[in-house]
């Protein structure tokens, strides 16, 4: 039986990944900001199967409340097997190059408070020496675009951080999944005017990254596609991709 604990576990990828492994009957600890929606989530999953589901109210924000928190998860669950840390919101590019206090809001949001909580985690599973830590990025991270540069350096940050976090902790047997998801059909992407044949399913994502914690992955793009159009995206030279308007 599984130990898995999921922060941002109301988001609709989270929520995907939460319901294969209630099928599995894992132990779930859930953290979110509303504690509402974590109750209905929860019991969606003990009717899925789950073995047990713990709920824990967070704004990741707080970073002064991190420490409890992680502490009350080990507590309550002992070892840590799996570790998704799924928070994040999609800002508006506009707003943020208009106003300097929503743009350092969305990005320690988006960066530096996930980077808080991955470090008291992964001190834990140091300890423990073992279990794997799985973290949302974004194909945004792979090249500061003009429409979302602000989430994207976030994503970034949080990517390359992943990276050094890996090779830290393979060193005692433990693992980091960085997940970089390209468009998905979520709340947070509605009313967005996204291209229809690239846009995923949180089942879908949710799925890439249940087989990719099982398989030990290093990093993945999901769906598959958007590797090679990262690819090409990170090929093309400065000179000209400042030119565009992507």
């Not at 319901?19 to 209905?40: K, S």
């Not at 989530?41 to 899925?48: G, I, N, P, S």
């Not at 945004?140 to 990517?159: C, F, T, V």
């Not at 992943?162 to 998801?181: E, M, S």
Request: glycine share 8%.
């Amino acid at each position: 039986m599984k130990n898995i604990v999921i922060v941002g576990a109301t988001s609709a990828i989270a929520i995907a990944c939460a319901r294969q492994w209630a099928t599995q009957g894992a132990r779930l600890f859930l953290i979110a900001r509303n504690q509402d929606r974590l109750e209905q989530v929860a019991a969606d999953l003990v009717a899925r199967g789950a073995a047990a589901v713990l709920c824990q109210q967070l704004d990741v924000d707080r970073l002064d409340e991190h420490e409890a928190v992680v502490q009350r998860c080990s507590a309550e669950l002992g070892a840590l097997d799996i570790v998704l840390v799924a928070p994040g919101t999609l800002p508006d590019q506009q707003v943020c190059q208009d106003d300097v206090s929503v743009a350092v809001r969305e990005f320690n949001t988006n960066a530096v408070s996930i980077i808080a909580l991955l470090t008291r985690f992964a001190n834990i599973v140091e300890q423990q020496r073992s279990g794997t830590i799985a973290v949302i990025s974004s194909v945004a991270g792979d090249r500061g675009r003009q429409s979302n540069y602000l989430y994207g350096s976030a994503k970034a940050a949080l990517s390359t951080f992943c990276d050094g976090l890996r090779a830290r902790l393979f060193k005692v047997g433990a693992h980091v999944v960085t997940i970089k998801p390209g468009f998905v059909a979520t709340p947070m992407t509605a009313g967005l005017p996204l291209p229809g044949p690239l846009v995923a399913t949180p089942d879908k994502v949710g799925g890439d990254i249940v087989r990719a914690v099982e398989k030990g992955k290093d990093v993945i793009y999901t769906p598959w596609f958007w590797w090679g159009i990262m690819l090409i995206i990170r090929s093309i030279p400065g000179r000209v991709f400042k030119r565009l308007s992507l």
